[in-house]
């Protein structure tokens, strides 16, 4: 289902640099190594989070907006979840996914929950892709052979 190269070369980079023991064996100490970094990365990211928090406190814009923006604490955050993005692309690949393809199963679990909730007047939700391969129907039914292939 992915149609971005970059996505998979990221993937396929990530495979062919990763050095852990385990690597790419696909067995449960890899899961647990990959599981454990995510968790890890996770926390950096929330530590990271907490740090500018514990300065700004949670109500301060300004002192929050100096913080982010003035001395690198959004490069810090970006920095983490880079990390985090590392993590969660290996467990992708590990599952015998990618991050696009994860993007887009999301999204068409969160759009028919959304419908069935009926938040949205009739039609104004729309199916958010335009690729023409990425259609409501098609993501529909790729998602469906796979729940059949897995019964
Ligand atoms: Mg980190």
């Given amino acids: ?9 990221y993937q396929r980079f990530l495979n062919d640099t990763s050095w852990y023991t385990h690597t790419n064996e696909h067995n449960a100490p890899e899961l647990m190594y990959l599981t454990l ?11 990271a989070v907490k740090k500018i928090i514990r300065v ?3 109500n301060d814009d300004e002192s929050f907006k100096a913080l982010l923006l003035e001395k690198g604490g959004e490069e810090k955050l970006l920095e983490e979840l880079g ?6 692309t ?3 690949d590990f599952l015998g996914t990618s991050t696009e393809d994860l993007m887009v199963e ?3 679990k969160l759009y028919n929950r959304l419908n069935d909730r009926n938040q949205f007047p009739e039609g104004t939700l729309k199916w958010p892709f335009t690729n023409p391969f990425l259609t409501y129907d098609k993501v529909k039914e790729k998602l469906d052979v796979c729940v059949d292939e897995k019964v």
């Fill in 56 to 58: 700004s406190g949670t």
């Fill in 90 to 92: 290996k467990l992708a």
């Fill in 106 to 108: 999301n999204t068409y």
């Fill in 83 to 88: 990390d985090v993005l590392w993590y969660l």
């Fill in 1 to 9: 289902m992915t149609i971005s190269r970059t996505t998979e070369e």
């Fill in 37 to 47: 970094g995510l968790a890890g990365e996770s926390g950096e990211f929330a530590d």
